[in-house]
């Protein structure tokens, strides 16, 4: 009975250390900078997401993937993924862009949406995502605001 406590205490010690072992990383800070169109096909659109990525650590990261997953007014949007690969200096800042594909029963829903709010301005986002970078080095993040899209123009100056 008492080899089975020391085995037990032995494996509670040894996870502990091995915990204190992974860096202590402040999380990234991520802003979304802009939505560019892309090529779409069929029923779906394409737009390219950039997003400006700081490290605010004190040591670099790197990255071998980048995934976008962005929801409009509470609702499933877009979703993309990157094999974009690269690192991050540290107490620096990068621009990444992500293509994202927008399904067209997505855009449906929004549309059913906004007939519902009457207005394109202040729509509430949510942007998660993940920089990829093994089992342990994997970041998750996640940014949230309101986009205002660009009403039309007219002709008086």
Do not use: W
């Not at 670099?60 to 200096?89: W, Y």
Request: hydrophobic share 45%.
């Amino acid at each position: 009975m008492r080899s089975i406590h020391a085995v037990v205490l032995s494996l509670l010690l040894l996870a502990l250390s091995a915990c204190a072992l992974l860096p202590n990383r402040d999380p990234l800070n991520i802003n979304v900078v802009g939505i560019e169109p892309l090529q779409s096909q069929d029923m779906e659109i394409r737009f390219a997401v950039k997003i400006r990525v700081q490290n605010p650590n004190e040591s670099s990261i790197s990255f071998n993937g980048v995934s976008l997953d962005l929801d409009i007014n509470g609702q499933p949007f877009a979703s993309g993924v990157s094999d974009e690969s690269g690192s991050i200096a540290r107490f620096s800042e990068t621009v990444l862009t992500v293509p994202v594909s927008v399904s067209a029963f997505s855009v449906l829903r929004q549309t059913f949406g906004l007939s519902q709010v009457q207005t394109l301005n202040n729509m509430p986002y949510v942007l998660r995502g993940k920089l990829a970078a093994g089992l342990f080095g994997t970041m998750r993040f996640v940014d949230s605001g309101k986009l205002s899209l660009p009403g039309p123009t007219t002709g008086n100056r």
